[in-house]
C-alpha cells in the first residue's frame, strides 16, 4: 500500500484505473471494428487477434459474473457469521 494512503483510497484509485483502462480498450475496439469495414492486408493477423480478444473478454465476464455472485451471497454469509459467533465472542470476553 502507498504511503499515507487508507485502504479504500488505494481501492478506489484502483478501481478507477480498471474503469479507464476498459474505456481504452472500448475505444480499441471500435477501432478495430473500424480496421474490419475496410480492405486490407494482414486481415488473417487481425482475425486471430479478434478471437484472442473475444476468449479473454469471455474470460472476463465469467469471473466479473462470479465475483457478482460472492458479492450478492456476503450479506447473508456475515449474518450467518455472525449469528454462530458473536454469543461465542461475547462470553469469551465476560
Known sequence: MKSGKSELEVLVESLRTISETQELHGKMLVAL???????????????????DISVALKYQCQSVEAFNERLKNLPALMVHTLEAELPRILSEEL
Open 33 to 51: 471494428v473500424h480496421a474490419l469495414d475496410g480492405p486490407g492486408t494482414g486481415e488473417s493477423e487481425l482475425v486471430t487477434v479478434l478471437n
